[in-house]
């Protein structure tokens, strides 16, 4: 299949892998792009940091998504960061979660982009990071090199990172 790309897809939230049935192209299901993204952008399955975007002073960034955000008599912000919030309940990365980062839309038709928590929490990491611009034998050859490494070495292994990392979304789904 031309312009397809057949890599491992992460099966539930284990970190084990199982090969496609199929190879993914842009006419591959919604739930297989899902798997191959969840695959290729591993990191805490547990938390997500979400995209902001301030209305009084434009700024922009993230934080991890939080169930009690902006909930009456539970959350504190601004006075209170979420990361020192006691009535904190952070969101679970979901294949709904990736579905709608991947169309660039919440649920409630908002637009939504996610992040990923590199770094898991033993202090290990899934990523190679190498910027490559938009030139499609780069990424490819960024892929390869990707499949390489992780054929060299099946475990994670430490490495320092950004607490957060952005994720490719291009209404792809």
């Known amino acids: 299949m031309r312009n397809s790309i057949e890599l491992p897809v992460l099966r539930s939230q284990s970190?084990?892998?199982?090969?496609?049935?199929?190879?993914v192209s842009r006419d591959?299901?919604?739930?297989l792009k899902v798997s191959l993204f969840r695959a290729l952008f591993r990191?805490?399955?547990?938390?997500?940091?979400?995209?902001?975007?301030?209305?009084?002073?434009?700024?922009?960034?993230?934080?991890?998504?939080c169930g009690n955000e902006w909930v009456r008599g539970i959350c504190d912000k601004p006075k209170i960061k979420c990361m020192q919030c006691a009535n904190s309940r952070f969101?679970?990365?979901?294949?709904?979660?990736?579905?709608q980062h991947l169309s660039g839309k919440s649920g409630d038709g908002k637009d939504f982009v996610?992040?990923?928590?590199?770094?898991?929490?033993?202090?290990?990491?899934?990523?190679?990071?190498?910027d490559i611009g938009k030139q499609l034998s780069l990424v490819l050859d960024a892929i390869l090199r990707a499949m390489t490494a992780?054929?060299?070495?099946?475990s994670p292994s430490p490495a320092s990172a950004r607490p957060y990392c952005a994720l490719p979304s291009n209404n792809v789904i």
């Open 150 to 154: 992780r054929q060299v070495s099946s």
């Open 43 to 65: 990191g805490r399955t547990d938390v997500y940091p979400q995209r902001f975007q301030s209305r009084k002073t434009g700024k922009s960034g993230y934080q991890p998504a």
């Open 91 to 99: 969101l679970p990365v979901t294949d709904e979660v990736v579905r």
């Open 114 to 130: 996610m992040g990923v928590y590199p770094m898991l929490q033993d202090e290990t990491c899934f990523f190679l990071a190498e």
């Open 15 to 23: 970190l084990e892998f199982e090969k496609p049935l199929e190879p």
């Open 28 to 31: 591959s299901s919604p739930a």
